[in-house]
C-alpha cells in the first residue's frame, strides 16, 4: 500500500509545542492520525462490520511510537484486537510514514455505575431492541400443583420470592420441557413485584439476551444493555441451554452480568434443560457459579400430580370432566405439562361442538390424533424463516419479498445457506422457490456468499452458527 502523503508528527504536540500538518487543523496529533487510518479502514473493511466496531473507537493518544486507541464496548475491543490489530497497525504505519504500534483498550470512562441503583430509568432505544418480555400473570404459586417430582423447586421458588438475594443465590432449576421451570419462575417474578413494588424484576429467555447483545454491538449501544442488565433485583434468566459453546460474547457478557448482580446481592434464577455441570458448552467459571448454589431438579409428575393439574385446570375452564376420563389423559400423557393443557382445550371444543358431556369415549376420539408425546420436530421452511427474521430484525415477508435492502438481503442469503445445512435432501431449485425466488443459483450465490462474510467476520459467523445451532437443537 502507498504511503499517505500527509504527515503526522513524531512527538505529542504538547512537548514542543510544534505540530507538523496536524497544526493546521488546530487537532492534536492522535485525531489525525486516527483519521487517516479510518478512512483507509473504511474501505477495506466491509460497511456492516466498519459501523459495528469502529464507529466509536476513540484515539487517545499518540506519542509518535505508539498510538492508543480506546473503545466503549469490551467485546467490540476484544474483537478489534483479535482481528484488527495487524490491519490497524499497517494503516498507523502507512500514515506516520514510519514503524507505529497501536494499542487498543477499554474506555474506562464507561465503566459500569459502581452502586446499582435499580429504580433508575433506562433509556428505551430504537427499533426491536431490547427485547421485553411480560411476565405472564397466570403463572402463578397459587396455579402450580406441586407433586413429589416438582415439590423442591416449588419451595425453593418460593424462598427466593419471599427473601429475594438472601439465600438460594443463585437458583437453578433444571428439568424438561413443559414441567413448569418458567411458571415458577414467573410466579417468582409476579410473586414479587405484588409484595415487594420496588424491586425491578427483569425476566429475560437466553435467548433474548444473547439477540440484545447482538443488537448492542452493532448499534454501540453496549453501554446501555450494560446499564439495563444490570440495574435489576432479581434476574430471571429462563433456558441458558440455548446459548451455544461458540457464543463466546454472550457467555462473556453472562459471566459479568451475574458477577456484577452477585456481588451487588441481587437474586439471581436461571433455568435450564440440564443440570449444570452438563452445559458442555459454557465456560467453566460460568458453571461453578452455577453450582455455587441452590441447584434443583423437576421431574415429570407422577399420575397423581397429573390428575391433580388436570382436575385444576379443569375447574379453571369450568369443564365437567368425569374422573375416569382424567385418569385416562393422565395416563396416556406422561411427559409434558402442556399436552395435558392441549387435551382439555381439544375436549372442551369437542363437547361445545357436539353439544354433549365430556364422556371417555369422546375423549378416546379427540385424543386419537394428538402425539402420544411430543417427538422430535422436524425442521421446517417457517422455522427458519422465524428465526433468521427475528435475529436479523426483519419480517418474514420481507424476506420472502423482493426488497434488495442490504439487511433484507442478507437475511434472505442466510436462511437458504441454513436452509443448504439443514435440509440437506432438499432441492436448490425447492429452496430457492421456498424463499421466493425462481432461479437456483441464487441459492448457490447466498450459500457463497454468507461462507465468505463468516470466514471475515466473527461477530457474524457466532450470529449464523447460533441459528444453525437453535435449529438443530
Ligand atoms: P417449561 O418452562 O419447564 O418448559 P412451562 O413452565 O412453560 O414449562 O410449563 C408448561 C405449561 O404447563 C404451562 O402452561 C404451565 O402453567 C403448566 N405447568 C407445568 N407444570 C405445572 C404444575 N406443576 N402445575 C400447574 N401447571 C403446570
Ligand atoms: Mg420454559
Same mark, same amino acid.
Given at each position: 500500500?502507498?504511503?499517505?502523503?500527509?504527515?503526522?508528527?513524531?512527538?505529542?504536540?504538547?512537548?514542543?509545542?510544534?505540530?507538523?500538518?496536524?497544526?493546521?487543523?488546530?487537532?492534536?496529533?492522535?485525531?489525525?492520525?486516527?483519521?487517516?487510518?479510518?478512512?483507509? +479502514?473504511?474501505?477495506?473493511?466491509? %460497511?456492516?462490520?466498519?459501523?459495528?466496531?469502529?464507529?466509536?473507537?476513540?484515539?487517545?493518544?499518540?506519542?509518535?511510537?505508539?498510538?492508543?486507541?480506546?473503545?466503549?464496548?469490551?467485546?467490540?475491543?476484544?474483537?478489534?484486537?483479535?482481528?484488527?490489530? =495487524?490491519?490497524?497497525?499497517?494503516?498507523?504505519?502507512?500514515?506516520?510514514?514510519? *514503524?507505529?504500534?497501536?494499542?487498543?483498550?477499554?474506555?474506562?470512562?464507561? /465503566?459500569?455505575?459502581?452502586?446499582?441503583?435499580?429504580?433508575?430509568?433506562?433509556?428505551?432505544?430504537?427499533?426491536?431492541?431490547?427485547?421485553?418480555?411480560?411476565?405472564?400473570?397466570?403463572?402463578?404459586?397459587?396455579?402450580?400443583?406441586?407433586?413429589?417430582?416438582?415439590?423442591?423447586?416449588?419451595?425453593?421458588?418460593?424462598?427466593?420470592?419471599?427473601?429475594?438475594?438472601?439465600?438460594?443465590?443463585?437458583?437453578?432449576?433444571?428439568?424438561?420441557?413443559?414441567?413448569?421451570?418458567?411458571?415458577?419462575?414467573?410466579?417468582?417474578?409476579?410473586?414479587?413485584?405484588?409484595?415487594?413494588?420496588?424491586?425491578?424484576?427483569?425476566?429475560?429467555?437466553?435467548?433474548?439476551?444473547?439477540?440484545?447483545?447482538?443488537?448492542?454491538?452493532?448499534?454501540?449501544?453496549?453501554?446501555?444493555?450494560?446499564?439495563?442488565?444490570?440495574?435489576?433485583?432479581?434476574?430471571?434468566?429462563?433456558?441458558?441451554?440455548?446459548?451455544?459453546?461458540?457464543?463466546?460474547?454472550?457467555?462473556?457478557?453472562?459471566?459479568?452480568?451475574?458477577?456484577?448482580?452477585?456481588?451487588?446481592?441481587? %437474586?439471581?434464577?436461571?433455568?435450564?434443560?440440564?443440570? =449444570?455441570?452438563?452445559?458442555?458448552?459454557?465456560?467453566?467459571?460460568?458453571?461453578?457459579?452455577?453450582?455455587?448454589?441452590?441447584?434443583?431438579?423437576?421431574?415429570?409428575?407422577?399420575?397423581?400430580?397429573?390428575?391433580?393439574?388436570?382436575?385444576?385446570?379443569?375447574?379453571?375452564?369450568? +369443564?365437567?370432566?368425569?374422573?375416569?376420563?382424567?385418569?385416562?389423559?393422565?395416563?396416556?400423557?406422561?411427559? %409434558?405439562?402442556?399436552?395435558?393443557?392441549?387435551?382439555?382445550?381439544?375436549?372442551?371444543?369437542? /363437547?361445545?361442538? *357436539?353439544?354433549?358431556?365430556?364422556?371417555?369415549?369422546?375423549?378416546?376420539?379427540?385424543?386419537?390424533?394428538?402425539?402420544?408425546?411430543?417427538?422430535?420436530?422436524?425442521?421446517?421452511?417457517?422455522?427458519?424463516?422465524?428465526?433468521?427474521?427475528?435475529?436479523?430484525?426483519?419480517?418474514?415477508?420481507?424476506?420472502?419479498?423482493?426488497?434488495?435492502?442490504?439487511?433484507?438481503?442478507?437475511?434472505?442469503?442466510?436462511?437458504?445457506?441454513?436452509?443448504?445445512?439443514?435440509?440437506?435432501?432438499?432441492?436448490?431449485?425447492?429452496?430457492?422457490?421456498?424463499?421466493?425466488?425462481?432461479?437456483?443459483?441464487?441459492?448457490?450465490?447466498?450459500?457463497?456468499?454468507?461462507?465468505?462474510?463468516?470466514?471475515?467476520?466473527?461477530?457474524?459467523?457466532?450470529?449464523?452458527?447460533?441459528?444453525?445451532?437453535?435449529?438443530?437443537?
Amino acid at each position: 500500500m502507498a504511503p499517505l502523503k500527509m504527515s503526522i508528527p513524531m512527538q505529542n504536540a504538547a512537548d514542543d509545542g510544534m505540530v507538523q500538518s496536524g497544526a493546521d487543523s488546530g487537532l492534536m496529533p492522535e485525531t489525525v492520525l486516527w483519521h487517516l487510518i479510518y478512512e483507509k +479502514l473504511q474501505e477495506q473493511v466491509p %460497511q456492516q462490520f466498519f459501523t459495528a466496531f469502529f464507529q466509536n473507537i476513540r484515539a487517545e493518544k499518540y506519542d509518535g511510537r505508539q498510538l492508543k486507541l480506546v473503545g466503549e464496548n469490551p467485546q467490540v475491543v476484544s474483537h478489534i484486537k483479535k482481528r484488527y490489530l =495487524p490491519l490497524l497497525k499497517e494503516l498507523a504505519t502507512n500514515a506516520a510514514e514510519h *514503524e507505529v504500534e497501536v494499542d487498543l483498550q477499554e474506555d474506562q470512562r464507561s /465503566s459500569p455505575p459502581t452502586t446499582p441503583a435499580a429504580s433508575q430509568p433506562i433509556p428505551v432505544a430504537a427499533g426491536s431492541y431490547p427485547h421485553v418480555i411480560h411476565l405472564n400473570p397466570n403463572y402463578t404459586f397459587e396455579r402450580f400443583i406441586k407433586g413429589p417430582s416438582n415439590e423442591h423447586a416449588f419451595s425453593a421458588a418460593l424462598g427466593v420470592a419471599e427473601k429475594p438475594g438472601e439465600f438460594h443465590n443463585p437458583l437453578y432449576l433444571y428439568g424438561g420441557v413443559g414441567l413448569g421451570k418458567t411458571h415458577l419462575m414467573m410466579a417468582i417474578g409476579n410473586a414479587i413485584t405484588q409484595s415487594k413494588p420496588w424491586l425491578k424484576v427483569q425476566y429475560t429467555p437466553a435467548e433474548s439476551f444473547q439477540s440484545d447483545l447482538v443488537d448492542a454491538m452493532k448499534t454501540g449501544m453496549h453501554a446501555h444493555f450494560k446499564a439495563r442488565y444490570r440495574n435489576v433485583d432479581v434476574f430471571l434468566f429462563d433456558d441458558i441451554q440455548f446459548i451455544g459453546q461458540r457464543a463466546e460474547y454472550t457467555q462473556e457478557e453472562i459471566y459479568h452480568t451475574f458477577n456484577y448482580l452477585f456481588q451487588n446481592k441481587k %437474586q439471581i434464577v436461571i433455568s435450564s434443560d440440564r443440570p =449444570p455441570q452438563a452445559l458442555s458448552k459454557l465456560h467453566d467459571r460460568l458453571q461453578s457459579r452455577f453450582q455455587s448454589g441452590l441447584v434443583i431438579d423437576i421431574k415429570p409428575p407422577n399420575l397423581e400430580t397429573r390428575i391433580a393439574i388436570l382436575q385444576a385446570r379443569s375447574e379453571e375452564m369450568r +369443564l365437567s370432566i368425569p374422573f375416569e376420563v382424567l385418569k385416562y389423559i393422565a395416563s396416556r400423557f406422561t411427559g %409434558q405439562v402442556r399436552t395435558l393443557e392441549a387435551s382439555l382445550a381439544k375436549l372442551q371444543f369437542m /363437547s361445545e361442538h *357436539e353439544r354433549r358431556p365430556i364422556d371417555l369415549q369422546m375423549t378416546k376420539l379427540a385424543l386419537r390424533d394428538l402425539p402420544q408425546e411430543a417427538s422430535g420436530q422436524q425442521v421446517t421452511i417457517d422455522e427458519i424463516l422465524r428465526v433468521v427474521a427475528r435475529s436479523f430484525h426483519v419480517e418474514e415477508a420481507e424476506i420472502k419479498g423482493n426488497s434488495r435492502i442490504e439487511n433484507i438481503a442478507l437475511a434472505r442469503h442466510a436462511c437458504m445457506y441454513l436452509a443448504r445445512q439443514v435440509l440437506p435432501s432438499m432441492s436448490l431449485a425447492n429452496i430457492a422457490q421456498a424463499f421466493g425466488r425462481a432461479d437456483h443459483t441464487t441459492v448457490i450465490h447466498a450459500e457463497k456468499k454468507i461462507k465468505d462474510i463468516m470466514d471475515k467476520d466473527e461477530v457474524f459467523r457466532v450470529q449464523i452458527l447460533e441459528l444453525l445451532e437453535e435449529l438443530q437443537f
